[in-house]
């Protein structure tokens, strides 16, 4: 074939994968990999250049991850800025993209038809692009704001801070996202033409044989080969090579010490790391691996085992952590309680006891052989991932494997070989350590300030005689290897499929007790299943206290469970039990061999339920934090959390659930437990390798392990009621202020309340806020640069929907919102002038995403049972409101426009969550609220806005919106 240099058609895939793989290399050697779909209904492709942040020029740090932004905006073929996004959305598509240390990954998809088209704009990235001044100018902006809101993020913190504590020399050490006076400030001072730089940086590092493809749609690997070639063998091979760096960044001055850091929020953690050699070679044997395994389990015998006895911490993780080409990292991370805190030396010391333990016995072969046997079953039942999810992801991993183990590379362990284990054993030892102890304690205690994100911290030398304590450690009694693993699963039959199987889940049990949906899987053909309970208890939420009981109880219960759930939770079997605003939520998912014997555990556990009163307070404490350290969070979440509280009918805030918990008692708890669990209802949906008898079999044993245990007995109907949210009255605008002292941006949440959800409301929505969505970010991030963080789209809740505007911004709340109203009222001008031609492409996009089929087991599911959770049973609802949305005029969203969106609409409810930062470009920033008549452009007038000063009063004052009636076209067994 033309442009084609190499081909590999015998890529190694799972056997259950149905896709059609091959691997080639273009003639100006750029690897690609083809994946046809014929099933699929959504194209994808990405493009990874093996370049990052770490090949900034030292002058312009960010210059990497501004080309990236800067790609976006306009080619020689295509000018506009928003072409290619535009014909995206146009097309039922989405885009993004992201800069690491030595990757820039770009990645979109689209409906399956419009995949060459879309190539093509996608290739002009890699070939021509404008970078025009003014667009630089403005994008410039964009970057500045991602950097903002990232300055308060502990994990961004944390991050750049092992970057800025190694070798000052190395790349490793720079700033990669770049900011204002990064990317513009400052190189107009030096003389710096950054536009230059752009074109120069592109011209360097954006060449063919350094860039891996994939593409993934519909049609033949014949068809998509031409059609890469066509399309990509432009782009210019300028023969570079990989960066490489076998210099390690932690050089020996970067060993041996203790960092101690003062965090955002109220948060603790110890972490130890370890400078290693780059092991991707060995990804055959995977030797980091096999230590990970045993360093980071949770089982008897573990490190967090005897952590956690000693109430030190209650989480690890462990592991190799990959730097860049040449180098890398091993990890081991544990949270800490208060009294963890003051004994991090000993936590020390049990890490090296255990890695004496290790180093005292040659490595296993049936450890191996376990690991081995886990990845390969992953990998043979790997699920399908959704197209641009698995683009985006294997080509990156195209630099990493050989062509053919494109696939099965990460999942390898072929080979055993102790001597590699042994050299990842020699490099964690104590003279070859960093420590880091992060906790709010050192406050007022630091004597350092990193440069780029201002963190607190101060930095010591291990003294030598800790060094030799540490190195001269034997290995104990309470640390060994953990037991075989019984719950690797061995039975991959699939069950037989039933006569009376539905495409939809259908009502195999109703009883006042407990009620039971089943779908037996005809799709995806896996051995596994998903055991979804929904158990309701009126005191789970009655007030702040019962909540605050029932998050421990839950707490409790899991951390009881870890040592057993965690072989499981390996093994591919796992669980998750949280409280909710009704009760309970249980939910496992994973191979179904093995399944029934956890929930029987986890059932066991929660109705023999005994307060660990050791464990109490550790559990209280990690609850409190969280509560309080919401504080912390970004503007943007306060927006949504404000939003969401003013509007449900019954919610507890933050505030008041933090005040419940010191009152909480062991005895208050235990006396609670069986309250709680006395009168229920259970509602279930058993999905995949199952069928009917089994489903009614799970159910029965459930139903019975309770009123066996604790005479469980069934809730009366009338107590199975879904909450509602506030009706906002016709004509209404409401403002609610709150002040973030963490954060210096600022954000704004807007909500227009529309009709209760019904078919014909949900697709009008769902086709405005579709038709709105591109031009919303195109104007109020590209062209006005308003924030970094803009988002339009519907909000759904309690049967409730409407749509939402939120923007996160350096500018002040009123001036946000001013922007918000001046785009909405824009939007008229584009309905007027909207062609039948555009008007319908926005229909059939929608009608594209709506109907792109789950991928996974669980994301079916998830669907079902999101239908189960707001009472309205509406299983086939993709197909139902799709044929509705066929039969939408312009006139219809016009209409639906005029009378709920425009400023002078008579239906328009409107909700607004500003939330001030500390820092804001306006001077307006305290004055909140938009004053009538405040003008937005377009000579157009905002109501006057009625602030929320209590909202409770607000909430007392206003109806709840009626409760929406459970579709009813299923069918029973």
């Known amino acids: 074939m033309s442009g084609i240099g190499e081909i590999v058609d015998d890529v190694a895939k799972s056997p259950e994968d149905r896709r059609c793989y091959r691997a080639v290399v273009l003639v100006n050697n750029m690897k690609v990999l083809l994946v046809s779909d014929p099933t699929t209904e959504k194209a994808a492709a990405s493009m990874d250049v093996h370049v990052g942040h770490m090949s900034d020029p030292a002058e312009i740090p960010g210059l990497a991850h501004f080309c990236e932004h800067m790609l976006f905006l306009g080619s020689e073929k295509y000018p506009e800025e928003n072409a290619y996004t535009q014909f995206l959305h146009d097309h039922g598509g989405m885009s993004n993209a992201f800069t690491s240390l030595e990757h820039t990954n770009f990645f979109f998809d689209v409906s399956h038809e419009n995949l060459a088209e879309a190539l093509d704009r996608f290739a002009q990235f890699f070939t021509c692009p404008l970078f025009t001044a003014s667009a630089a100018g403005r994008e410039v902006n964009a970057v500045d704001s991602e950097n903002v809101k990232n300055l308060n993020s502990d994990s961004w913190r944390l991050f750049q801070l092992e970057k800025s504590t190694c070798d000052p020399t190395h790349p ?134 005897l952590l956690k006895a000693r109430g030190w911490s209650n989480n690890l993780l462990a592991g190799p952590s990959q730097g860049a080409k040449g180098f890398m990292f091993f990890m081991m991370k544990v949270d800490l309680s208060e009294e963890g805190l003051e004994h991090t030396e000993e936590i020390a010391t049990i890490v090296f006891q255990y890695l004496a333990m290790l180093r005292s016995q040659d490595p296993q072969e049936w450890i191996f052989k376990e690991c081995a046997d886990l990845n390969a079953i992953q990998f043979r039942f790997k699920d399908k991932t959704p197209p641009v999810q698995m683009a985006s992801h294997t080509s990156c991993l195209l630099h990493e494997f050989p062509l053919r183990e494109v696939l099965s590379g990460p999942y390898l362990m072929t080979k055993f070989k102790p001597d590699l284990i042994r050299l990842v054993l020699s490099h964690l030892i104590p003279q070859r350590v960093r420590i880091r102890t992060v906790s709010k304690h050192f406050e007022g205690h630091s004597d350092q300030t990193e440069h780029w994100y201002g963190t607190q911290y101060s930095r010591e030398k291990i003294p030598a005689e800790v060094i030799e304590r540490w ?206 669990l006395s009168h229920l209802h259970f509602e279930c949906l058993f999905h995949g390798n199952l069928t009917r008898q089994i489903a009614l079999d799970i159910a029965e044993t459930t139903e019975q392990t309770f009123t066996d245990s604790v005479g469980t007995k069934p809730l009366l109907p009338s107590q199975l009621v879904c909450l509602r949210e506030i009706d ?165 969203i016009t209409h639906f426009y005029k009378e709920m969106v425009d400023v002078q609409a008579p239906r328009r409810h409107k909700l607004s969550v500003q939330v001030h930062g500390t820092r804001t470009k306006d001077d307006d920033a305290i004055d909140g609220i938009p004053k009538a008549g405040q003008d937005v452009t377009l000579s157009t007038a905002l109501p006057e806005s009625k602030e929320i000063c209590d909202v409770h009063q607000f909430k007392a004052s206003l109806p709840l919106r009626p409760r929406v009636v459970p579709y009813t076209h299923n069918a029973k067994l």
Request: charged fraction near 25%; charge should be negative.
């Open 471 to 676: 190195s001269a450690v034997e290995p104990i009694a309470d640390l060994h290897l953990p037991p075989v693993n019984e719950f690797i699963p061995g039975d991959f039959s699939l069950l037989p499929l039933e006569s009376e199987s539905s495409l939809l889940p259908v009502l195999i049990k109703d009883t006042p007790l407990c009620k039971v949906w089943f779908k037996q899987d005809d799709c995806y053909f896996m051995p596994k299943s998903c055991l979804y309970f929904k158990i309701t208890s009126i005191l789970a939420y009655q007030d702040p206290v019962h909540c605050v009981m029932t998050h421990l109880y839950v707490e409790l219960v899991k951390d009881g469970l870890n040592e057993f759930a965690y072989a499981a939770e390996i093994s591919g079997v796992e669980y998750k039990l949280e409280s909710t605003e009704y009760g309970l939520e249980l939910r496992l998912k994973g191979y179904s061999d093995k399944q029934r014997v956890l929930l029987s555990k986890v059932l066991n556990k929660a109705v023999n339920f005994v307060v660990d009163e050791r464990r109490l307070p550790e559990i209280k404490d990690i609850y409190l934090r969280k509560l309080k350290n919401f504080k912390a969070e970004a503007p943007h979440q306060h927006a949504l959390y404000h939003m969401k509280y003013l509007l449900a009918e019954k919610a507890w805030s933050k505030e008041e659930l933090a005040a419940c918990v010191d009152d909480v008692t062991s005895a208050s708890l235990q006396s609670f437990v069986p309250n709680l």
């Open 728 to 892: 906002l009255p016709n004509g209404s605008s409401h403002v609610f202020c709150e002040r973030n002292d963490v954060h210096p941006s600022s954000a704004v949440e807007i909500y227009y309340q529309t009709d209760v959800q019904s078919t014909r409301s949900n697709m009008l929505l769902e086709l405005f806020c579709h038709i709105i969505m591109e031009p919303c970010f195109n104007v109020l991030r590209t062209q006005e640069q308003l924030g970094y963080l803009i988002h339009s789209g519907l909000q759904r809740a309690n049967g409730s929907q409407g749509l939402r505007v939120l923007v996160q911004s350096e500018h002040s709340p009123l001036y946000i919102e001013s922007r918000i109203e001046a785009f909405l009222k824009s939007v008229e001008v584009c309905l007027e002038t909207m062609s039948d031609e555009q008007f319908n492409r926005h229909v059939q996009a929608l009608a594209v995403k709506r109907l792109d089929k789950p991928k996974r087991l669980t994301d079916e599911c998830h669907k079902h049972w999101k239908e189960i959770l707001a009472h309205q049973y509406n299983f086939d609802r993709d197909s139902v409101e799709v044929s509705f949305l066929q039969t939408i005029t312009l006139a219809d």
């Open 172 to 305: 490793y050490s720079k700033f990669g996202t770049g900011n204002k006076s990064t990317l513009e400030t400052e190189p107009t001072k030096q003389g710096i033409d950054v536009r230059q730089a752009l074109l120069h940086y592109h011209n360097q590092f954006y060449s063919s044989n350094i860039m891996a493809l994939v593409v993934i749609g519909k049609e033949s690997l014949d068809d998509l080969t031409v059609m890469v070639s066509d399309l990509f063998t432009s782009v210019v091979d300028r023969h570079i090579s990989v960066p490489c760096w076998d210099q390690h960044p932690y050089s020996d001055d970067c060993l041996q010490i203790h960092l101690r850091v003062v965090p955002v929020k109220d948060v603790r953690s110890f972490q130890m790391t370890f400078p290693m050699p780059d092991m991707q070679p060995y990804y055959e044997t995977n030797p980091a691996h096999y230590v990970a395994h045993l360093m980071g389990h949770e089982g008897p015998g573990s490190i967090l085992s």
